[in-house]
DNA sequence: CTGAAAGCGCTAACAG
DNA sequence: CTGTTAGCGCTTTCAG
């Protein structure tokens, strides 16, 4: 490998002038300058980046830790804040919680012990006690997907998205729903609360719980789906909302294993708008969020929280947008209300 | 930011000592190493990498480089390459060349910058010149999802993938064949030598261009399948044969347009068995490439090397398996058949 | 315009 | 068992 010194050594000049010569100072001699460059070409010289962020206190590292890139919303993300740090010369570090808060804790400390310039998180939980530890390292830290106090952040804004699924449900004529996902979820608030104003009391017995990012989102789904509709006096359901794609997946299969036909016996909704509910049979209707948006977004105000030295804590709260496709309809409801009549 | 020289003040010990107790070294007196600890846990101290690494010669770093982590195929790949290099102490710096190997060399140059110990490279393009320079960078790296001279590497037989395919169409009775993708993709090769053999001829006007790795690969996909089955004279084709899972649901959505159903107007297969073909209407038979394995035995391959200093150059060969779903039949062969005679 | 020298935070001999 | 010291490869005054 080689080092300045050798490139130095070999053009006849000091190392402070390869130095200057690498960074492109402008007070080289032009002659000295090639010569230089010239050995720099020949050896595929690359100055050591650890060394330089020892000595600039800078390392041009970015950290990014999600829970786990295989949920299809994230690639999309991580793929913009690749190509937004790149454009600003930062290399990324990735790091996967696998959904558990002390892991998160542990990337958290890798990514420092790196000195990383900021940090991208997409935290596991929002009450975590690390986060107040997080704050205190005082690195440069934005928030992805959720509003987290003391934090930037970027996101949509999940209630609205429930709201947005309740009232399409609504629309539809659907007054039996559920929901699928975990009871502290805001979209279930924004959900519920939609239900309510249009005078549907939705309780508890309404949500089939379950974990969220959890490894196996689709199994689990799967499972709790079948054995809700499944459970004697359940209460009736002909339009569910899942939590996400993976788990709207997963509800899928459980209907179609129980012979309940979506939607014509159940309506059923994910969230994401990932690749997945575009090409599922039948098409999920779905929530979008605009998905390299959040990365793109996160990035640059992770950078000019770096460049400017002050955060800006205001979290950015993008809009989340209904996806209507196949697997929605108020046909079985209608249907119903006539043979009532 | 705390520094060893700091917790050694606050410790009323050397820096030498501070060091000792972080990096477990046995002759320290309990004592001291008590009271140490105690400061750097009240501090959160965690050692600069970047130091550490300058001193010992050794990053901690792993790289990974692939087109882009969007295709559904590459998560999973990274999940286990983090999970792995998790487990080993290292952590994982991410790029994405695009699908351009130009900028495939931007980023193996920025790896060797940061001084990686190693990297995981998808390679553009198996030709490209810069793979020569790599190579005589000395810094260990290994090359997945095909094999390169010269580096270890970890693939499925991508040829006996292509014939899986074909025989499965051969069984099923199709003649009229297609192939959807690049020239010299070796799914190809294998494939067209199935049906040589089974007495079949495979001319290139039954491969369907379509770049690989690219961005948009759906769209391109659904672009020249749409093209090509509009095309006049073009050759009869009941089968086709996508290079990935991707472009397979892009085809679908062509035949859709054209109103061709699959698989009753047409068979189709695609590669990968990402998620997405599990989902997809029809669900798509594919050819399965043990994901996490290739990801895990890939850096498995790498740290020995790191750590043995020696390369095993063999190319480890995984084995696909074909996946049978919905979108592939005979019946319309079949049919076609009956009806001739 | 160029070189000498100090030092970033850490480890690793080497003394004691 | 502990401290002193010399760098790792680079940037950056400060002289010249």
Redesign the interface.
Known sequence: ?ATMKEIARLAGVSQATVSRVINGAENVHPEIRERVMRWVREL?Y??????R??KQRR?N?LGVVLP???N?F???V??AV??ES?RHGR??????SGGNAYHEWRCI???????VEGMLLVPVDPEAPHLK?LK???IPAVVLTQEIDGFPSVSIDHREGGRLVARHFLDLGHVDVAFLGARRDPKLAGFRAALLDAGIPFGDERVIECRAWHEEATYEAYLRTKEFFQQAGRPPVSALFAYNDLAA?GALRAFEELGLSVPDDVSLAGFDNT??SA?????LTTVAQPTQEIGRIATDLLLEWIESGEADESPVTLVPRLVVRESTTGAMVRAAGEASR
Do not use: K
């Open positions: 490998m595929d690359q100055p050591n980046a650890n060394a962020s020892l390392s590292l786990g890139i295989s299809p994230f690639p999309d991580v793929h690749l190509r790149y290399s990324v570090l990735l790091f996967e400390q890798r990514l420092y012990a790196h000195r530890r205190s390292m005082e997946i690749s997945l090409v599922a049979r039948p098409a």
